[in-house]
């Protein structure tokens, strides 16, 4: 495998609240220019507002768990045709098979989409890094992992570095595996990486940043590795 990453886009960027298409647009060019230059990539597409509104909706109507995660992996296909649409060099549909994915990054930057109740994209994603040997990144709407959510407490401290261990014990501790729940990873997909140990690395939307981190340089976001 070439040089590259796999990278879990979230759907808190992808559709935070509508879907961001200049973001989206901005993504694509980024990956597109260093694709050119010989880096491969694959991408997962996490589920968003619009999985969002889907479970919240299915649970309403009185559906179980399992079809409200049902209802947001669609959810997941649609915001992989907008990574599909915006990437130069994308294979020109999403993907649910990780062996495929990786025979086919070595001609394109691949799009992979969720696809089974109880995990999240980050699972897929997950697989995707232990399949192919790269490196992770989970691309969120907040700038790393912290000792505790830092939507609801202020004084919130973000870890620069953290081992697999650290990581799947703050995991455990926060993943009540609710569909649709807000966590900076699910367990089952930090289980995948810590086991193969895959250099892991959380960071936000800033695109600059993002340059920084592929390109080897420094950035702001947190770095999970063995030790
Ligand atoms: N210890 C923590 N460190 C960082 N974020 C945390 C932590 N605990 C909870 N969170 C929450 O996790 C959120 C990110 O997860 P969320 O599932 O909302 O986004 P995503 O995974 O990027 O999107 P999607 O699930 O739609 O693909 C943050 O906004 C934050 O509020
Ligand atoms: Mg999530």
Redo the contacts with the bound molecule.
Sequence with gaps: MRRGFVISV????LVPDRIDVPWIRRFARLIDRHTESGMSFGLVA???RT?RDYTWAVRLLGGTKTEMDQAGIIATHANAWLLVSALQSAYPEPLDDVWRAKALMKHYTVVVRGTMPGV???YGAALLAEVTGLPFINI???DG???????KHEDAKRYDHMTHDEFVS?IAS?DTREPGS???MDLAAAEILRRSKIKTYIVSKDLKNLERLITGKSFVGTTISSV
Excluded: E
Excluded at 10 to 13: F, L
């Design positions: 979230g759907g808190s960027v996490g589920g968003g999985a999240t994209s980050d969120t709407n907040v992992v912290y000792d505790k959510d830092p939507r703050l926060a807000h966590v900076p």
